[in-house]
């Protein structure tokens, strides 16, 4: 039996009914303990364990008001919540306790049962009924781990006795078992559904990815992204056009998981109706600015770079928002970074974009890529621009797709074993020689 802390010796019961512990048998109250058992153990309701839990007790150990508290961790922090409670107005059950706070909270912190005979002479009690007078808490423990406590309040000065301990003690210590079981399946449950939403989000956002690898005059043109988590905030996209041209862009969502692909969502969405419109870069650019300013929260954020190119001259206009910059490298070996130095888009209400171009001679190579790509790395250095350069140097002459995964497999490499920190997205954009164009 947990310890027990009392505030002054017992003395005779202002209340004696037929139904307390005293006028039941050791046999009597062993047999109703283990039919309550039962039938809460076949609920795997947390909800409905514990509201069966809350009143069966009331059959052993009479009370005017109670509450069972769970546990709840998140984190480093860790409070204490009312899940069921009865003879409270819920006001006063709102409130979540901190471990060592009150009757309640000194008993999930020290495993150890408590009976006050007379709450108004000790300085820990919190006031949740204002008639309260005795009160009687016991620890909830499954597997050795406390994960609650069960609360009982009298209106009579000191209504709860030793037996009174003994037996919501054993109560306790029968229905932890139940309401473990409850958390787990309701756990399960949860893992469950959140499996199936993951499923779901994977699908709808790999349908917002292009399927397959463009196909363009005089260029070989592949994409590739990699989420850190189920879903990311990634994006790239081929937007063709009737006159031959083909939008090429990137983007980096602020955040991560399921909020930074509805994020992502929403900018496909922005960036594809303005491209609709035959719009200039910098328009472009200004309008889905405007637009995600409205629809995101204050902190909320996209960087990207969206160009177009024409293979008929050879030229790639583009426009960047505070995306890292585009990474050109010639045929001879030297290599530029491409940025116009725009800022992101969403933070301010209006701003202005610049587009620049650049035209590409037989053997250049632009990569576009997210931070996720150069921030890879292990103890505290990164991958970095330079083993980009030296990668894509290396495979140069491999094609657009087997490039990107090339760049993907480096950073990987160089940071295992820890894995990537970040959504990862590489788009190779090569302007082949004559003899190998693709027709």
Same mark, same amino acid.
């Given at each position: 039996m947990p310890a027990l802390s009392t505030d002054s010796d017992p003395a005779p019961s202002a209340t004696a009914s037929a139904t307390s512990p005293e006028a039941l048998s050791f046999e009597t109250k062993f047999r109703l303990l283990l039919d309550i058992t039962r039938t809460i153990s076949r609920s795997l309701d947390l909800d409905e364990t514990l509201s069966l839990i809350i009143d069966s007790v009331k059959s052993f150990v009479p009370y005017d008001s109670a509450a069972i508290y769970v546990l709840e961790t998140n984190g480093r922090d860790r409070r204490i919540r009312a899940t069921v409670y009865r003879g409270y107005d819920e006001a006063s059950m709102e409130r979540l306790l901190r471990l060592g706070e009150g009757f309640v909270g000194w008993v999930v912190q020290s495993g150890g049962a408590i009976v006050i005979p007379d709450v108004r002479n000790d300085q820990r009690y919190i006031s949740s009924d204002p008639l309260t007078m005795s009160e009687i808490v016991v620890p909830i423990i499954a597997n050795n781990r406390i994960i609650g406590a069960l609360n009982l309040e009298s209106r009579t000065l000191d209504a709860y006795k030793a037996a009174d301990l003994e037996v919501l003690t054993l109560f306790a210590s029968a229905a932890a078992i139940s309401i473990e079981k409850a958390i787990l399946h309701q756990e399960r449950l949860e893992k469950r559904r959140l499996e199936s939403e993951l499923a779901i989000a994977r699908q709808v956002q790999r349908s917002l990815l292009p399927d397959r690898a463009p196909t363009v005059e005089g260029f070989d043109i592949a994409g590739l992204t990699v989420p850190n988590e189920a879903v990311g905030g990634d994006y790239y996209d081929f937007i063709p056009f009737p006159n031959h041209q083909l939008g090429i862009a990137i983007?980096?969502?602020?955040?991560?998981?399921?909020?930074?692909?509805?994020?992502?969502?929403?900018?496909?969405?922005?960036?594809?109706?303005?491209?609709?419109?035959?719009?200039?870069?910098?328009?472009?650019?200004?309008?889905?600015?405007?637009?995600?300013?409205?629809?995101?929260?204050?902190?909320?954020?996209?960087?990207?770079?969206?160009?177009?190119?024409?293979?008929?001259?050879?030229?790639?206009?583009?426009?960047?928002?505070?995306? /890292?910059?585009? +990474?050109? &490298?010639?045929? *001879?070996?030297? @290599?530029? =970074?491409?940025? !116009?130095? /725009?800022?992101? +888009?969403? &933070?301010?209400? *209006?701003?202005? @974009?610049? =587009?620049?171009? !650049?035209?590409?001679?037989?053997?250049?190579?632009?990569?576009?890529?997210?931070?996720?790509?150069?921030?890879?790395?292990?103890?505290?250095?990164?991958?970095?621009?330079?083993?980009?350069?030296?990668?894509?140097?290396?495979q140069r002459e491999a094609p657009a797709q087997e490039l990107a995964r090339a760049i993907y497999d480096a950073a990987r490499t160089f940071a295992s074993p820890a894995p990537l920190g970040d959504d990862l997205t590489v788009v190779v954009i090569k302007a082949l020689p004559a003899a190998t164009e693709k027709g």
């Amino acid at each position: 039996m947990p310890a027990l802390s009392t505030d002054s010796d017992p003395a005779p019961s202002a209340t004696a009914s037929a139904t307390s512990p005293e006028a039941l048998s050791f046999e009597t109250k062993f047999r109703l303990l283990l039919d309550i058992t039962r039938t809460i153990s076949r609920s795997l309701d947390l909800d409905e364990t514990l509201s069966l839990i809350i009143d069966s007790v009331k059959s052993f150990v009479p009370y005017d008001s109670a509450a069972i508290y769970v546990l709840e961790t998140n984190g480093r922090d860790r409070r204490i919540r009312a899940t069921v409670y009865r003879g409270y107005d819920e006001a006063s059950m709102e409130r979540l306790l901190r471990l060592g706070e009150g009757f309640v909270g000194w008993v999930v912190q020290s495993g150890g049962a408590i009976v006050i005979p007379d709450v108004r002479n000790d300085q820990r009690y919190i006031s949740s009924d204002p008639l309260t007078m005795s009160e009687i808490v016991v620890p909830i423990i499954a597997n050795n781990r406390i994960i609650g406590a069960l609360n009982l309040e009298s209106r009579t000065l000191d209504a709860y006795k030793a037996a009174d301990l003994e037996v919501l003690t054993l109560f306790a210590s029968a229905a932890a078992i139940s309401i473990e079981k409850a958390i787990l399946h309701q756990e399960r449950l949860e893992k469950r559904r959140l499996e199936s939403e993951l499923a779901i989000a994977r699908q709808v956002q790999r349908s917002l990815l292009p399927d397959r690898a463009p196909t363009v005059e005089g260029f070989d043109i592949a994409g590739l992204t990699v989420p850190n988590e189920a879903v990311g905030g990634d994006y790239y996209d081929f937007i063709p056009f009737p006159n031959h041209q083909l939008g090429i862009a990137i983007a980096d969502v602020s955040g991560k998981g399921i909020p930074a692909a509805l994020i992502m969502a929403t900018f496909r969405a922005c960036l594809r109706a303005q491209v609709r419109n035959d719009f200039s870069i910098r328009v472009i650019l200004r309008k889905v600015n405007y637009l995600l300013w409205e629809s995101l929260d204050s902190s909320q954020y996209v960087t990207a770079v969206y160009g177009v190119l024409d293979p008929a001259s050879r030229r790639f206009s583009y426009g960047d928002a505070g995306h /890292n910059p585009a +990474l050109l &490298l010639h045929a *001879d070996g030297s @290599y530029e =970074e491409l940025s !116009c130095g /725009n800022t992101v +888009l969403g &933070l301010f209400e *209006d701003r202005k @974009y610049i =587009e620049c171009y !650049c035209t590409l001679q037989p053997g250049d190579i632009i990569v576009l890529y997210t931070d996720g790509l150069t921030e890879a790395g292990q103890d505290g250095e990164e991958f970095g621009l330079a083993r980009l350069i030296e990668t894509v140097q290396r495979q140069r002459e491999a094609p657009a797709q087997e490039l990107a995964r090339a760049i993907y497999d480096a950073a990987r490499t160089f940071a295992s074993p820890a894995p990537l920190g970040d959504d990862l997205t590489v788009v190779v954009i090569k302007a082949l020689p004559a003899a190998t164009e693709k027709g």
